[in-house]
C-alpha cells in the first residue's frame, strides 16, 4: 500500500527555520505534483505549496511566499518544504499530498482533489 510519511516537524521560535521532508512508502510519485497543505486547530485545511513532477515549476499560497520554498529530489523519492521567517500563525499540522496529472497551480485551488494524504507532522511557532 503505497503511503506518504512525514518528518521534520518540531518546535520553532517566531522567525526561526524549519524544514520538512515527505518521501513515498511503497511506491514512487516520480511523474506526480507534490504538495504541502496544512491544518491549524479549529480551521479547515489550506494549501501551502506544490512543485510539478519536473520541478521547474512552483505554487504558493500568498501567506508564505517568499518564506516557504518547495523543493523535491526525484532520485531520493523526496519532497522538502524549507520554511523562513517562521510566525506562530504557521503552527499548524502539516500534511504532504501527490496528484497525478495536475499542475502545481491547479493543486492549490481547493476543493483540493488529490490522489494521496500523508498523516501529517506537526509544526509549532511560539512568540
Known amino acids: 500500500q503505497v503511503q506518504l510519511v512525514e518528518s521534520g516537524g518540531g518546535l520553532v521560535q517566531a522567525g526561526g527555520s524549519l524544514r520538512v521532508s515527505c518521501a513515498p512508502s511503497g511506491g514512487t510519485f516520480i511523474y506526480s505534483t507534490m504538495g504541502w497543505f496544512r491544518q491549524a486547530p479549529g480551521k479547515e485545511r489550506e494549501f501551502v505549496a506544490a512543485?510539478?513532477?519536473?520541478?521547474?515549476?512552483?505554487s504558493y499560497s500568498d501567506s508564505v511566499k517568499g518564506r516557504f520554498t518547495i523543493s523535491r529530489d526525484n532520485a531520493k523519492n523526496t519532497v522538502v518544504l524549507q520554511m523562513n521567517s517562521l510566525k506562530p500563525e504557521d503552527t499548524a499540522v502539516y500534511y504532504c499530498a501527490t496528484r497525478y496529472g495536475t499542475t502545481a497551480q491547479a493543486m492549490g485551488v481547493p476543493p483540493y482533489a488529490v490522489d494521496y494524504w500523508g498523516k501529517g507532522t506537526l509544526v509549532s511557532v511560539s512568540s
Open positions: 512543485i510539478s513532477w519536473s520541478g521547474v515549476t512552483t
